[in-house]
């Protein structure tokens, strides 16, 4: 069972920047993908960024350009860095693991592509 723990939330002012980590339990190549969510206040969760055992990584569009994944593989860590952030981004973030490739059937954003989520950290951006 894979265990994932975010870290790096708070309270920012808009245009600020924020660097979320989520430790992995595993090596991160033994991983097929791991993927950042989020879920605004009254919304439904929603993919934001993801990442491959390759290294190749993905986007949802609204996001592109402003969020950034990246990967340490010797410290089993995937991080999302978010630039300019704006009301917005306000939300819990969570990050996930898809051991098995049923996100490659399924899509890289796709909730149920993932099977093991951490208990996700808070994020506030303020105007």
């Known amino acids: 069972q894979v265990q994932l723990v975010e870290s790096g939330g708070g309270s920012v002012q808009a245009g600020g920047s924020l660097r979320l980590s989520c430790q992995v339990s595993?090596?991160?190549?033994?991983?097929?993908?791991v993927g950042w969510f989020r879920q605004a206040p009254g919304k439904e969760r929603e993919g934001i960024a993801c990442?491959?055992?390759?290294?190749?990584?993905g986007y949802r569009d609204s996001v592109r350009g402003r969020f950034a994944i990246s990967r340490d593989v010797d410290k089993n860590t995937v991080y999302v860095e978010i630039s300019s952030l704006i009301p917005e981004d306000t939300g819990t973030y969570y990050c996930?693991?898809?051991?098995?490739?049923?996100?490659?059937?399924?899509?890289?954003?796709?909730?149920?592509?993932?099977?093991?989520w951490g208990q996700g950290i808070q994020v506030a951006v303020s105007s």
């Open positions: 990442i491959d055992v390759n290294g190749d990584t």
């Open positions: 996930a693991a898809d051991p098995g490739g049923r996100t490659a059937l399924l899509g890289a954003l796709v909730n149920d592509g993932y099977q093991y």
């Open positions: 595993h090596s991160l190549t033994t991983i097929h993908r």
